[in-house]
C-alpha cells in the first residue's frame, strides 16, 4: 500500500505540474494575443485638437521648381570635402558662402534674420519670433562632405549634380546638402511670403561635421552658451524615410533618431625583443596582437537588444507587420532573446543589438628575416544606448585578458542621452506631425543613429535633440551614403523643401495638444 500510495502522490504531483505549466502557457498566449491586436503606441496625438498655425501655402510654382533645383545643384557642385581635421578645402567653403548670399537674398537682407560666421566657415542664423516667451528651437545641417572619386564606379561625376532619370547625383545630395539648401530655401519662401514666426528658432550650418565638428558645431554651441541660449529641441540630420528596406514592415517608416551611439578608437600594442627570424620565440609581437584580436571577434559585446530605443522603434511600427512578426514585435517582454538572436546574423542588423566590434588597422613588422619588435592594432567600436564607454573598456580587457597587450584609449565617448518621445515631447510630435502631414503613407517611429552628427556637442543647451530629414531611402539606397552614385530624386527634395516650410509654421504653436485618450468625458 504504502508504494501504490507513494505513486499515487507522485502522479498527482505530476498532474498538476503539467497542468500548471499548461495553463501557465495558456495565459502567456491569451495575454500576447490580445497585445498583439490592441497594442498600437504609435497613434500618438493624431485625434488630438491641434493649434492651426499653418497660414502659407507651400505651392511651388514652376519657376520656384527650376530655380530651387538650380541652387541644390549649384552647392552639389562646389567640393566642400573634408579630408582630416586639418585639411579641408577651405576655399571650396569660401565658395559656398558666396553661394548662399547670392541665392538666399531674403534670408540675407530681413530684419527678423541675423547672420554670423562662426570658426571662420560655419554659418549662424538666428531668426526672431514675435512671441519672446516661447523657448526657441534649432535646425541643423552641414555644408562638407566626405571625398568622392569618380574613378570608383560613378554613373556620373561626384561633383557633377548631374541628372539621370530624375536623381541628381553628387557627393552631399544626402549628405547633408539636402537639409543645407532645403532649410534656407524654405525660410527664403516664408520670408518672401511675408512670414513672422511666432517662436524664435536658429539655424547651425556645420563646416566640418565630416571630421567631428569641432570648429563649427562646437563654437557655435560655445557662442550659443555665453548668450545663456536653451534650446527647447534641436532637429539635424541622422534617419531617413525607409521603403522597402524593414523587411515585413507594411509600409514607409520614417525614424525619428533620438538618441546615437557611443563611439571609441582604442589601440592594442605589443612590444617585443628584436632579433633575426632564424630563432624565433614560440610567439612573435604579431601572433600575440593577432590572438588577442582573434579574441575580441570571437567574443562580441553582450546582447542588448530591448535596452535601448531600439525597443522603442519595434513597438510603434508593431501594428503594421504581419503575423507571425506582428505578434512577435507587439510582445518583446516575451520574444526579445529570439530576435536579437536572429537579427544579429546580418551585419546591418547586428548594430541595432549590441556595441559592436570592428578591427580597422593592424600594423606590424620592418623587415621578412626580422622578428617585429612591435606591432599594434586599432579597434573601433560603437556603443550601445545600455552600455557605457568605461563598461566596454573593461570588457575589451578582460576578453584580451593578456598583460603583454598594451590597451590606450585614443578617443571615445559615451552614447548619447535618450531624448523624449512620448505624447508630451513637443519636438518629436512637431516632426511626426509634419512628416505625417506631407507623407500620410508613413508610419513614424523613434530610433537610434548608428552613426554620429554635430547635434552631439548641442547636449548641454537642450533637452531633446532629434535626427531626421525626410530623404526617402529605397532597398540599395543606405549603401550609396558615403559611397558610390549618392543621390537623391528632384521630386524628394522639393518634398524636403516642403518638409521645413511646414515645421517652422507647425513649430508656432504654444503648447501640444492634450492626447486623445485624456479628452475623453464620462
Known sequence: MTGRNTQWKLFTF?????????????????????RTFTFDVSAGLQLGKWE???????????????????????????????????????????EFAVLLRRVFPKVFSSSLVKHEVVGNYSHLFSVSGS????????????????????????????????????????????????????????LEYLLERGYTPRRSFYIGL????????????????????????????????????????????DGPAALIGVSEKGQATVKLSVNAAPGHSSMPPRETSIGILASAVKRLEDNPMPRLFGYGPERGTFEHLAHKFGLPLRFMMSNLWLFSPLI????????????????????????????????????????????????????????????????RVKLDLVNGFDPLPISSYDEHSFGYQIIKKTVQGIFPQVNVAPGICIGNTDSRHYKDITRDIYRFAPSWFKPGDPQRFH????????????????????????????KLPLPHSSQHEL
Open 206 to 249: 556645420g563646416h566640418d561635421e565630416e571630421v567631428s565638428g569641432m570648429q563649427g558645431a562646437v563654437n557655435i554651441v560655445k557662442l550659443l552658451k555665453s548668450r545663456g541660449v536653451k534650446l527647447l529641441y534641436v532637429l539635424d540630420e541622422g534617419l531617413a524615410v525607409l521603403d522597402g528596406i524593414i523587411n515585413g514592415l
Open 131 to 186: 512671441e519672446a516667451d516661447l523657448e526657441p528651437y534649432m535646425l541643423l545641417a552641414h555644408i562638407d562632405v566626405v571625398p568622392a572619386d569618380e574613378a570608383d564606379g560613378w554613373d556620373a561625376p561626384p561633383f557633377s549634380a548631374q541628372e539621370l532619370n530624375g536623381f541628381i547625383y553628387g557627393r552631399g545630395t544626402i549628405d547633408d546638402k539636402q537639409s543645407v539648401m532645403g532649410i534656407l530655401q524654405a
Open 483 to 510: 559611397g558610390v552614385n549618392e543621390r537623391i530624386s528632384i521630386k524628394n527634395y522639393e518634398e524636403l523643401v516642403v518638409f521645413y516650410f511646414q515645421l517652422m509654421q507647425n513649430n508656432d504653436i504654444r
Open 340 to 403: 536579437s538572436r536572429v537579427m544579429e546574423q546580418k551585419p546591418d542588423m547586428n548594430a541595432f543589438v549590441r556595441t559592436t566590434t570592428a578591427v580597422t588597422m593592424f600594423n606590424g613588422g620592418v623587415k621578412v628575416n626580422v622578428l617585429p619588435p612591435y606591432a599594434e592594432g586599432f579597434v573601433n567600436l560603437r556603443i550601445h544606448s545600455a552600455q557605457t564607454l568605461q563598461e566596454v573598456l573593461d570588457l575589451i580587457k578582460s576578453i584580451v585578458a593578456d598583460e
Open 52 to 94: 492651426n498655425t499653418i497660414s502659407i501655402s507651400p505651392h511651388i510654382s514652376p519657376q520656384q521648381r527650376k530655380d530651387l533645383l538650380e541652387n541644390f545643384k549649384a552647392a552639389i557642385q562646389i567640393p566642400t570635402v573634408s579630408n582630416t581635421d586639418t585639411d579641408l578645402n577651405t576655399d571650396a567653403l569660401r
Open 14 to 34: 505530476l498532474k498538476v505540474l503539467v497542468l500548471s505549466f499548461t495553463l501557465s502557457l495558456t495565459v502567456v498566449f491569451l495575454v500576447a494575443t490580445v
